[in-house]
């Protein structure tokens, strides 16, 4: 379980090394928003594996009268930020079959943004909670920065701020 996890982290550090958005981000934007939008879903996809990862942490170190609420407060946040996915894979669908000027997707990938922000509160939050000190080996990858380094890679990439 947990080389798992180090190489989840490890893959969402590496993804977030050197990236930004710039002109040439936005140019893409407007030359092709479908592929943008679908280039910020794998990001997002990427942060949501590191919560996955970063939540098994710390979900079992949780007191036992704690884990139920913590459980079912980070299935509702993982819930609304597979929604908003949806939503924008529905709304992307359309744009793709009406072969007209694609709509601008910027509020859609907000609610996303929003969504994933709220596991990382979650996650944050009941980290502060857990029955142990967290401790990793020296060599192994903070979850919690990688989570943190992904998520504003994810916002770079969708071109929030």
Do not use: H, R
């Not at 040439?24 to 990862?53: I, T």
């Not at 098994?56 to 597979?82: E, G, H, R, S």
Request: hydrophobic share 50%; with cysteine; glycine share 4%.
């Amino acid at each position: 379980m947990f080389k798992k996890t180090a190489t989840i982290v490890m893959l969402a550090v590496s993804l977030t090394a050197g990236s930004g958005c710039n002109s040439a981000w936005w140019q893409n934007f407007k030359n092709n928003p479908v592929e943008q939008v679908q280039a910020f879903e794998q990001s997002v996809q990427v942060v949501l594996n590191v919560a996955e990862a970063t939540w098994a942490i710390v979900y079992p170190l949780l007191p036992a009268n704690v884990q139920p609420q913590a459980l079912a407060d980070y299935n509702k946040a993982v819930i609304t930020a597979n929604a908003a996915i949806n939503t924008l894979n529905d709304a992307v669908q359309v744009a793709v079959a009406a072969q007209g000027t694609p709509p601008d997707f910027t509020a859609l990938e907000q609610a996303i943004s929003d969504a994933v922000q709220q596991i990382i509160t979650v996650i944050n939050t009941y980290k502060g909670q857990t029955n142990a000190t967290l401790k990793l080996a020296a060599s192994a990858p903070d979850p919690f920065v990688a989570l943190n380094a992904s998520f504003t890679t994810m916002k770079k990439v969708g071109g929030l701020k």
